[in-house]
């Protein structure tokens, strides 16, 4: 960032007093602007044991598969935005059901919440992000064409809970493992 959202003056990158990071700063109006992450709302959205997964249409990792999930907009909650976004690229009307994973992925300054939701009937089709839409059962998911880490896990994590039909919360970190591509998983919960 180069100009104050404020008053659009030059800004300087310095460690304002009483803070530990280096922030851009407006030298003329004093105002601070924050770098935060990016917080994903999605959906495992089930119907008759088989999930909606989202071919991507738009970059990144067009081409692949993906839960029904996007970046949160301002004034909306997290479970708003989840089912927003599954209309969205699914044309999908859900009911959420709760919270079922979180996963914090710090090397691109994202957070991942994705959602338990039923479809609210068999009704779905490609939005303008999505080349195609489907339902999957576990043995027909592309797990080797799915475009994001935190989507392969929180399916791993679904279909292994749906055998034994408790779908506790989990949260953890995806990091990249030492080859510097793959990632693994560090769960910090499960309730």
């Given amino acids: 960032m180069y100009f104050c959202r404020n008053c659009g003056s030059e800004l300087s990158r310095r460690i304002p007093e009483g803070d530990t990071r280096s922030r851009d700063v407006c030298d003329h109006c004093s105002a601070i602007h924050y770098e935060n992450p990016k917080v994903v709302a999605g959906c495992v959205a089930s119907w008759d044991g088989r999930v909606l997964l989202c071919r991507r249409a738009i970059e990144p990792r067009r081409g692949l598969w993906t839960l029904p999930a996007g970046f949160m907009e301002n004034g909306e909650t997290t479970s708003e935005a989840a089912a927003r976004e599954t209309w969205e690229e699914a044309c999908a009307r859900v009911d959420i059901d ?52 935190a989507v392969r896990e929180t399916l791993k994590l679904y279909f292994g809970d749906r055998r034994s039909g408790l779908y506790p919360f989990r949260s953890g970190d995806l990091m990249k493992g030492p080859d510097g591509v793959d990632y693994q998983v560090r769960f910090l919960s499960a309730s």
Avoid: H, K
Avoid at 109 to 133: H, K, T, W
């Fill in 98 to 149: 709760g919270l079922y994973t979180l996963f914090n992925l710090p090397q691109i300054n994202q957070i991942y919440l994705m959602f338990r939701a039923r479809l609210c009937a068999p009704d779905f089709g490609p939005g303008a992000e999505s080349l195609e839409v489907a339902l999957f059962g576990e043995s027909e998911v592309p797990w080797d064409e799915l475009a994001f880490p």
